[in-house]
């Protein structure tokens, strides 16, 4: 295909990509709050949307008709959600918005798995769809073209709301201070309200409008999040010309490359992402200081006591009791509860202390796993040399990654780390020469009894986040706290912050390879699924239910949420749906943890 | 003895010229205090001095040597200590600890992993508190001080890194007449011990009873420098801050 139409192909995608970003820029430019459920809007679009135009005639008009009816009834959703959940977080900090939200997601695809149904939902084109004309010798299909004009339309029709009328000077006043819109008497409830659900007609349309070239399926809410949060990111936080400028950059170059490089195309957007964000942090458009939302307010944080470092020891104790007694089940499930509290200590150690937020921390986990796998597959390495692949392949990927990452703060690092998980879980399903893609590594055995294995992993686990803690009140975790508690004044003590950062960084891929390298022998097998987003979201779940700013939180939280995992997981089969409520109530009763501090008690 | 020059410094903020070639020296044991109405550019001559902020002409030497690069981490290696108008301690530690990282920064020990730093530099710690009157606040959490002491412990953890020459962006801002004194004397103690000292004040009775020297800022310029008595009965100086003609503030 000539270069010329590939590029057209890119300019309709841009618009997809468009559609979906630009709402999520909107409800960040007012709200300040990053909504992971943006793709489940996106997806509930295109379901509400097959499912209109399948009743619908099949003219221009009905089309038009049901696709509009889908942004609409979307909307309706989105003020339903705002005003349910949204508005409780406005004050919190970023990282329990992203959880809350999160919630929302695997509440929203469970409820849509209830009524639609978990198979792929296509529509028959409608004759007027299916036409294609000829340009440039090549035959482009016609639906395309309306795509690349809806983009542009849009964009124009935004401009126009937020140029031209009064609710769109509110909204740009309140996207530059909040403050200020509030003394100047405007009711900012309801319009949070009104932005929230202006954003999710926005994901719902372009659902929509995603339907001829794709279906309405249950995957659609995690790509469509991953892509609006790349565009976002690159086009600057809030910035609506920026987010279409992004989406035709990326949109253009990602189709470009499926022709130049069909392997390269996903790792290209990471490099371009990484590319942009290097020269200007806040993106293309953005402005400086947009990147970051609420932030979350440091709390003290002390050694443990003589009486912590005894409960440790009686914990680890206990569980290797456990392990004796157990059956082949719990001593699985106990396996996974201990290669857990490893998992969530390493992603502490970021969040809590370093004070980055992680969305993607499966990618460390995955890598490990995936590191121990192939070592004692292809290379059928002995146990010792194949766990320690593990944390090096972990960490020295961190130490690259690393490099773009500590640059950016807040949510904007959040969401690369995110991309880059993504990518991550990308690169393991297509490159299946290396990895067997779908099917994952399999025949992963440890040669040794599980009762055996759960005892090294416990040992390994219990080290390792001693280790861990000890770091965290060692010079090196000192130093590390003050740069994140007041970056300003660190730097004026002498104290290098990005290199502080990135040890961090690096420090806790390790750890989490560790854990993941441990989990590829305890389950015999590896998969994608090991570095997917939900991963991910389990090792945030972890943290955050034992409590950011305490430093026996992570252990807690991960025994707890595993716990809590297997007994939903055994219990239901509407599983996501009951973990999004517990995240929801969790985020929403008590922000600080199971063993955070509630009024002054030491944690 | 010279420690800190700067020689013609320049910065812009987009169309607003912020300091226009400003040049001026602080010596051993000097306590020069910088004035200027509002705006004048008194924070700014702070950053580019400490290294925050980047200037678009000009020199920066410390003891004769240039600082090239704005780089604050640098600036305070080669020995420049500062504190910020907007006290930032250190929430998650308790006082104690915020003057041990300053000091395991400074004697670069940071690249520890495993040893608790409790102990670290913990005598020499306490002295610097005590000399800034909070001896007895060492085990305190940082962010539970009240603000008097918060600024004291901005000023230990500047001390931390021992300075050869201070830069202090209002010590003593939102300080009570008493406090506002003790401030005062304390870094007028340090300055007796060798520290070059450059300060800004909105209170005169400080400016005018402690400063060696006065540099007066405004609009980015330096319209006037010397001894207090000079400056008091600079006509130009009582036309910025008494009125004739005020164009800005």
Same mark, same amino acid.
């Given at each position: 295909?000539?270069?010329?139409?590939?590029?057209?192909?890119?300019?309709?995608?841009?618009?997809?990509?468009?559609?979906?970003?630009?709402?999520?820029?909107?409800?960040?430019?007012?709200?300040?709050?990053?909504?992971?459920?943006?793709?489940?809007?996106?997806?509930?679009?295109?379901?509400?949307?097959?499912?209109?135009?399948?009743?619908?005639?099949?003219?221009?008009?009905?089309?038009?008709?049901?696709?509009?009816?889908?942004?609409?009834?979307?909307?309706?959703?989105?003020?339903?959600?705002?005003?349910?959940?949204?508005?409780?977080?406005?004050?919190?900090?970023?990282?329990?918005?992203?959880?809350?939200?999160?919630?929302?997601?695997?509440?929203?695809?469970?409820?849509?798995?209830?009524?639609?149904?978990?198979?792929?939902?296509?529509?028959?084109?409608?004759?007027?769809?299916?036409?294609?004309?000829?340009?440039?010798?090549?035959?482009?299909?016609?639906?395309?073209?309306?795509?690349?004009?809806?983009?542009?339309?849009?964009?124009?029709?935004?401009?126009?709301?937020?140029?031209?009328?009064?609710?769109?000077?509110?909204?740009?006043?309140?996207?530059?201070?909040?403050?200020?819109?509030?003394?100047?008497?405007?009711?900012?409830?309801?319009?949070?309200?009104?932005?929230?659900?202006?954003?999710?007609?926005?994901?719902?349309?372009?659902?929509?409008?995603?339907?001829?070239?794709?279906?309405?399926?249950?995957?659609?809410?995690?790509?469509?999040?991953?892509?609006?949060?790349?565009?976002?990111?690159?086009?600057?936080?809030? !910035?609506?010309?920026? #987010?279409?400028? /992004? $989406?035709? =950059? +990326?949109?253009? *170059?990602?189709?470009?490359?499926? &022709?130049? @490089?069909?392997?390269?195309?996903?790792?290209?957007?990471?490099?371009?992402?990484?590319?942009?964000?290097?020269?200007?942090?806040?993106?293309?458009?953005?402005?400086?200081?947009?990147?970051?939302?609420?932030?979350?307010?440091?709390?003290?944080?002390?050694?443990?006591?003589?009486?912590?470092?005894?409960?440790?020891?009686?914990?680890?104790?206990?569980?290797?009791?456990?392990?004796?007694?157990?059956?082949?089940?719990?001593?699985?499930?106990?396996?996974?509860?201990?290669?857990?509290?490893?998992?969530?200590?390493?992603?502490?150690?970021?969040?809590?202390?370093?004070?980055?937020?992680?969305?993607?921390?499966?990618?460390?986990?995955?890598?490990?796993?995936?590191?121990?796998?192939?070592?004692?597959?292809?290379?059928?390495?002995?146990?010792?040399? !194949?766990?320690?692949? #593990?944390?090096? /392949? $972990?960490? =020295? +990927?961190?130490? *690259?990654?690393?490099?773009?990452? &500590?640059? @950016?703060?807040?949510?904007?690092?959040?969401?690369?780390?995110?991309?880059?998980?993504?990518?991550?879980?990308?690169?393991?399903?297509?490159?299946?020469?290396?990895?067997?893609?779908?099917?994952?590594?399999?025949?992963?055995?440890?040669?040794?009894?599980?009762?055996?294995?759960?005892?090294?992993?416990?040992?390994?686990?219990?080290?390792?986040?001693?280790?861990?803690?000890?770091?965290?009140?060692?010079?090196?975790?000192?130093?590390?706290?003050?740069?994140?508690?007041?970056?300003?004044?660190?730097?004026?003590?002498?104290?290098?912050?990005?290199?502080?950062?990135?040890?961090?960084?690096?420090?806790?891929?390790?750890?989490?390879?560790?854990?993941?390298?441990?989990?590829?022998?305890?389950?015999?097998?590896?998969?994608?699924?090991?570095?997917?987003?939900?991963?991910?979201?389990?090792?945030?779940?972890?943290?955050?239910?034992?409590?950011?700013?305490?430093?026996?939180?992570?252990?807690?939280?991960?025994?707890?949420?595993?716990?809590?995992?297997?007994?939903?997981?055994?219990?239901?089969?509407?599983?996501?749906?009951?973990?999004?409520?517990?995240?929801?109530?969790?985020?929403?009763?008590?922000?600080?943890?199971?063993?955070?501090?509630?009024?002054?008690?030491?944690? | 003895?010279?420690?800190?020059?700067?020689?013609?410094?320049?910065?812009?903020?987009?169309?607003?010229?912020?300091?226009?070639?400003?040049?001026?020296?602080?010596?051993?044991?000097?306590?020069?205090?910088?004035?200027?109405?509002?705006?004048?550019?008194?924070?700014?001559?702070?950053?580019?001095?400490?290294?925050?902020?980047?200037?678009?002409?000009?020199?920066?030497?410390?003891?004769?040597?240039?600082?090239?690069?704005?780089?604050?981490?640098?600036?305070?290696?080669?020995?420049?200590?500062?504190?910020?108008?907007?006290?930032?301690?250190?929430?998650?530690?308790?006082?104690?600890?915020?003057?041990?990282?300053?000091?395991?920064?400074?004697?670069?020990?940071?690249?520890?992993?495993?040893?608790?730093?409790?102990?670290?530099?913990?005598?020499?710690?306490?002295?610097?508190?005590?000399?800034?009157?909070?001896?007895?606040?060492?085990?305190?959490?940082?962010?539970?001080?009240?603000?008097?002491?918060?600024?004291?412990?901005?000023?230990?953890?500047?001390?931390?890194?021992?300075?050869?020459?201070?830069?202090?962006?209002?010590?003593?801002?939102?300080?009570?007449?008493?406090?506002?004194?003790?401030?005062?004397?304390?870094?007028?103690?340090?300055?007796?011990?060798?520290?070059?000292?450059?300060?800004?004040?909105?209170?005169?009775?400080?400016?005018?009873?402690?400063?060696?020297?006065?540099?007066?800022?405004?609009?980015?310029?330096?319209?006037?420098?010397?001894?207090?008595?000079?400056?008091?009965?600079?006509?130009?100086?009582?036309?910025?801050?008494?009125?004739?003609?005020?164009?800005?503030?």
């Amino acid at each position: 295909m000539s270069f010329a139409l590939q590029a057209l192909t890119g300019l309709a995608g841009a618009s997809s990509l468009f559609l979906v970003a630009c709402g999520l820029s909107v409800i960040f430019g007012v709200t300040r709050v990053v909504n992971f459920a943006h793709g489940s809007l996106f997806m509930l679009g295109a379901y509400l949307g097959w499912s209109l135009l399948r009743l619908l005639p099949h003219t221009p008009w009905g089309f038009g008709l049901g696709v509009a009816g889908a942004a609409i009834g979307v909307a309706a959703i989105g003020a339903v959600l705002e005003m349910a959940v949204l508005r409780r977080l406005y004050a919190a900090p970023e990282l329990l918005q992203l959880l809350a939200t999160f919630a929302l997601v695997l509440i929203i695809q469970d409820c849509v798995q209830a009524i639609w149904g978990p198979a792929e939902l296509s529509l028959p084109r409608p004759p007027f769809l299916r036409a294609s004309i000829t340009i440039l010798g090549g035959r482009f299909p016609r639906y395309d073209l309306w795509l690349i004009m809806a983009g542009p339309l849009v964009l124009g029709l935004l401009h126009l709301l937020f140029a031209r009328t009064r609710f769109g000077m509110v909204v740009r006043a309140a996207t530059e201070n909040r403050a200020l819109v509030a003394a100047f008497g405007i009711d900012q409830r309801r319009l949070f309200t009104l932005v929230f659900s202006l954003g999710a007609g926005l994901a719902g349309l372009g659902g929509a409008l995603s339907l001829p070239d794709g279906s309405a399926n249950i995957g659609l809410d995690l790509r469509s999040i991953t892509d609006a949060f790349v565009v976002v990111v690159v086009g600057g936080m809030g !910035s609506i010309a920026g #987010a279409y400028l /992004a $989406a035709v =950059l +990326i949109g253009v *170059l990602q189709s470009l490359g499926l &022709v130049w @490089l069909p392997q390269g195309s996903l790792v290209l957007v990471f490099v371009i992402m990484a590319a942009v964000l290097v020269i200007r942090p806040q993106g293309l458009l953005g402005r400086a200081g947009s990147e970051t939302g609420q932030p979350d307010r440091p709390t003290p944080m002390r050694a443990a006591s003589a009486g912590g470092r005894i409960a440790f020891a009686v914990l680890v104790c206990a569980l290797a009791l456990a392990g004796s007694l157990a059956g082949p089940f719990w001593l699985a499930v106990l396996t996974e509860a201990v290669i857990a509290v490893l998992f969530a200590a390493s992603l502490h150690v970021m969040l809590g202390p370093g004070g980055m937020i992680s969305f993607g921390h499966a990618a460390w986990f995955g890598i490990g796993a995936y590191a121990a796998g192939l070592a004692a597959t292809s290379l059928a390495a002995p146990l010792p040399i !194949s766990l320690l692949a #593990a944390p090096v /392949a $972990a960490g =020295l +990927i961190a130490l *690259l990654i690393g490099q773009v990452v &500590v640059r @950016l703060s807040g949510v904007a690092l959040a969401m690369l780390t995110l991309a880059f998980a993504q990518i991550a879980w990308a690169v393991a399903v297509q490159w299946t020469q290396l990895t067997g893609g779908d099917d994952g590594i399999l025949g992963i055995w440890p040669g040794l009894t599980p009762r055996g294995y759960f005892l090294l992993c416990l040992a390994v686990c219990a080290i390792g986040t001693a280790l861990l803690r000890q770091t965290l009140f060692a010079p090196f975790g000192l130093a590390l706290r003050a740069a994140r508690d007041a970056p300003l004044r660190a730097a004026a003590s002498g104290l290098p912050i990005a290199r502080l950062r990135l040890a961090a960084f690096v420090l806790s891929g390790t750890a989490a390879g560790l854990s993941g390298g441990l989990s590829a022998f305890a389950k015999g097998s590896v998969f994608p699924a090991s570095l997917a987003i939900d991963r991910s979201v389990d090792a945030l779940s972890m943290v955050l239910l034992g409590g950011v700013q305490s430093v026996s939180g992570p252990v807690i939280g991960a025994l707890a949420y595993t716990g809590l995992f297997d007994t939903l997981l055994l219990a239901s089969s509407h599983w996501r749906l009951w973990l999004g409520c517990a995240l929801l109530a969790l985020v929403l009763i008590r922000p600080q943890g199971l063993a955070g501090r509630g009024a002054g008690r030491a944690a | 003895m010279t420690l800190l020059r700067a020689d013609d410094l320049s910065v812009a903020f987009g169309a607003h010229q912020a300091l226009s070639e400003v040049s001026l020296s602080v010596a051993a044991g000097e306590m020069v205090a910088q004035i200027g109405p509002n705006g004048a550019g008194k924070s700014t001559l702070f950053n580019l001095l400490g290294g925050q902020l980047a200037a678009q002409s000009g020199r920066i030497t410390l003891r004769g040597v240039t600082l090239a690069k704005a780089d604050p981490a640098a600036f305070c290696r080669s020995g420049i200590g500062r504190i910020f108008q907007i006290t930032r301690c250190f929430a998650s530690m308790t006082v104690l600890a915020c003057v041990q990282t300053a000091m395991l920064a400074h004697h670069r020990q940071i690249w520890r992993f495993l040893r608790p730093a409790e102990r670290a530099f913990r005598p020499e710690a306490l002295d610097v508190l005590a000399r800034c009157g909070l001896g007895d606040q060492a085990g305190r959490d940082a962010a539970s001080l009240a603000y008097p002491d918060q600024k004291r412990l901005e000023l230990a953890v500047a001390l931390a890194s021992n300075p050869a020459v201070l830069l202090l962006d209002e010590p003593a801002s939102g300080l009570a007449a008493p406090e506002r004194l003790a401030m005062m004397r304390l870094v007028a103690e340090l300055a007796r011990q060798g520290i070059a000292v450059l300060f800004s004040e909105h209170d005169m009775q400080s400016v005018f009873g402690f400063a060696d020297r006065i540099i007066v800022l405004h609009q980015g310029r330096v319209i006037a420098t010397g001894t207090p008595s000079d400056i008091r009965t600079n006509p130009q100086v009582q036309d910025v801050y008494l009125g004739g003609n005020q164009p800005n503030e």
